[in-house]
């Protein structure tokens, strides 16, 4: 069955980094697109990045556009979130999911996702 487990979380400064782990298995992680979302305190689930299958295509929502990264390492069956100068709105559970499919069209968007991990907080706070 379909495992995702996300680590990395924890407490940063306003400016500060922090790098998310999301560990894959019980499917082929390479043939598959991936997405980070995140759901701050009180709020609604917000994508806010996606990659396709082999890592050459890479999508951003426009208030982490510049500061985040995603990337996979297929072999190691895990995708990263690199977040840099990262801001008190920053704050949320951040949790990895896979999508049906290696190129969706929703890739901006949480359809076609058909697992998601159990989330990593994140808090921003000086």
């Known amino acids: 069955q379909v495992q995702l487990v996300e680590s990395g979380g924890g407490l940063a400064q306003p400016g500060g980094s922090l790098r998310l782990s999301c560990a894959a298995s019980g499917f082929t992680f390479s043939n598959y697109a991936m997405s980070w979302a995140r759901q701050a305190p009180g709020k609604g689930l917000e994508w806010v990045s996606g990659?396709?299958?082999?890592?050459?295509?890479?999508f951003y929502t426009d208030s982490v556009k510049g500061r985040f990264t995603i990337s996979r390492d297929n072999a190691k069956n895990t995708l990263y979130l690199q977040m840099n100068s990262l801001k008190p709105e920053d704050t949320a559970v951040y949790f990895c999911?896979?999508?049906?499919?290696?190129?969706?069209?929703?890739?901006?968007?949480?359809?076609?996702?058909?697992?998601w991990g159990q989330g990593t907080l994140v808090t921003v706070s000086s």
């Open positions: 990659i396709y299958s082999f890592g050459i295509d890479a």
């Open positions: 999911a896979k999508y049906d499919s290696p190129r969706p069209i929703t890739i901006r968007t949480m359809n076609g996702v058909d697992a």
